[in-house]
């Protein structure tokens, strides 16, 4: 049989690495048909095609697709504090202020770019806009690829970013700039991507989908304890960005898990009431349509690793 799996272009989801590294795929005992998305919402689209049978996603997308009717569930973890604020070096900072009101209040009239709309970074950063800018007059600009968000940041079409570890990396070496604000701070614990799959097919191969979830966990277990192999392996496999440029996007949040402790559940709760109140959806889904937590509590039954940083490099 195929696993048709649908990814984004993110360096440290563990689908990189995991074509990066034959040795552990092998072992799966099956076809794996990957499928480069760009954005969670994107991916949605197609689990409404019926064009994948799992993804890597963020949590606020699925949320969304469930809540429209989609029939899947998040089955596992990946990461946790996956998105920055991130600018050109002229702008206020943290840790200059801890206060996200003002570094988003000097954006007054200007536009911040986020990849799509219903993406896990444009609900932080309008939930963040509600919460901390009531009543500015700051843009939201969405782009279908993430690529697109960082290329607008140097050409100055936006004056700043919300996006990905990957996104603050890139816009510091290629704009000249640096993250704005930190990852650990706009969203405590946020689901930053998990592991999704369709209902339909988690019951007719729920083997395929734990053997899948064993190399899944194998590969967080690499990207903690050996960062160095790690990101020379992603790097080599993407072939356009170098090893330092991984290492410095996995120092950025270093919560690599396959586990779904409390925190990162809570978390999600949380975003459905933001999703509810910003107007992606008109209903909360409940805990048990967005989680099915069998699977991975039988793979990873002993404490999650999303606090146990990463190794030395």
């Known amino acids: 049989m195929k696993l048709r799996i649908g990814h984004l272009s993110t360096f440290y989801h563990t689908a990189i690495l995991l074509m990066a590294r034959k040795d552990i795929t092998s072992r799966l005992g099956l076809a794996v048909e990957w499928t480069l998305m760009g954005t969670g919402p994107a991916i949605m689209q197609a689990f409404g095609r019926s064009e994948l049978d799992l993804a890597y996603i963020g949590l606020p997308p699925a949320i ?107 816009i510091k070496r290629f704009a000249g700039g640096k993250i704005l604000y930190p990852a650990a701070k706009l969203w405590p614990d946020n689901p930053s991507y998990g592991i999704v799959v369709d209902r339909t097919f988690l019951s007719a191969h729920r083997q395929a989908v734990e053997r899948f979830l064993i190399a899944h966990e194998e590969a967080e277990a690499v990207l903690r304890n050996d960062p160095a192999d790690a990101a020379q392996a992603i790097a080599d496999h993407v072939g356009i960005v170098d090893r330092e440029f991984v290492l410095e996007t996995l120092r950025v949040s270093p919560k690599y898990c396959a586990a779904l402790p409390d925190g990162y559940i809570a978390s999600t709760m949380n975003f459905v009431k933001a999703l509810k109140t910003l107007g992606y959806i008109k209903r909360e889904p409940g805990k048990d349509e967005i989680f099915d937590t069998s699977l991975i509590e039988k793979i990873h039954p002993e404490k999650d690793h999303y606090g146990d940083g990463i190794g030395p490099f």
């Not at 990946?78 to 206020?92: F, I, Q």
């Not at 939201?140 to 290329?151: I, Q």
Request: charged residues 20%; proline residues 5%.
């Open 64 to 170: 969304i697709g469930i809540e429209q009717g989609h029939a899947v569930v998040c089955i596992a973890g990946g990461h946790m504090e996956g998105t920055v604020m991130a600018g050109k070096s002229r702008w206020l900072s943290f840790p200059e202020t801890d206060d996200l009101g003002a570094v988003l209040g000097q954006f007054e009239g200007k536009t911040i770019g986020v990849p799509g709309n219903g993406s896990i970074h444009d609900v932080i950063l309008k939930d963040s806009l509600v919460r901390y800018a009531p009543g500015r007059n700051i843009t939201v600009r969405n782009y279908p690829w993430a690529d697109l968000v960082t290329e607008a940041v140097v050409k100055e079409e936006v004056a700043a970013a919300f996006g990905t570890p990957a996104l603050g990396i890139a």
